[in-house]
């Protein structure tokens, strides 16, 4: 091989390791959500100017008089849901929760090894419980957290994935002092559409922990609202 062919063949080894190592640092580097989240904070902003307006603007335009009072701050949750995803990957729920196509959300996302994502602020409300009802309340979403544990209905749910639940539920429950017994499923709230989160669920493991409410006799028990 003359030194001109080595050349150039060195050179092209060093352009097809270079390709590979760009391609690899693009792949790692990657941040699949960059422009999701930049719609994220995009959309909070605009509500932030929506109370920035002139008091007015709000429900009651009839009003002559506005003497704004000193005593408020934001609505807190009360409840939270628990629901599986019915899909087969964090990922793919990930993907779903960011369509603009699906326009279903949660609060929190629990995967299977335990890793939780937080994809709304607490104080917002996300799209989660659909035509539900408990009690007098028809409106879930506007008072309640929605958590969404990556498992598909027909699987136990993995004890990294229970663990990390319960730091979730700790830390909501001091934050918002949410009741033991506002902790409910999907299936609670909407019976006629919902199984969720399936057979496999460990109820009584989150009731003896404090987190909803466990009986060994439901005899006579009537379910708020229906």
Known sequence: MSRKDHKVRSLTIWKFLSAIAVSLLCACSAKPFVETNRLYKKQVKQYAKILRRMPLTDSLHSASHWVGTTHFNLRKPNYVIIHHTAQNSC???????????????????????????????????????????????????????????????AEPFPE???????????????????????FIVHADVAPARKQDP????????????????????????????Y
């Open 91 to 153: 990922a793919q729920t990930l993907k779903t929760f960011t369509s603009p196509k699906s326009p279903v959300s949660a609060h929190y996302v629990i995967c299977r090894d335990g890793t939780v994502y937080h994809m709304l602020n607490d104080y917002l409300r996300a799209w989660h419980g659909g035509v539900s009802r408990w009690g007098s309340i028809s409106d879930i979403n506007s008072s309640s957290i929605g958590i969404e544990l990556d498992n598909n209905g």
């Open 160 to 182: 990294m994935q229970v663990s990390s639940l319960l730091n979730v539920l700790s830390v909501l429950k001091n934050a918002y002092a949410i009741p033991e017994s506002n």
């Open 198 to 225: 399936s057979r496999h669920f460990p109820w009584k493991t989150l009731a003896e922990k404090g987190y909803g409410l466990w009986y060994t006799d439901t005899t006579g028990l009537a379910v708020p609202g």
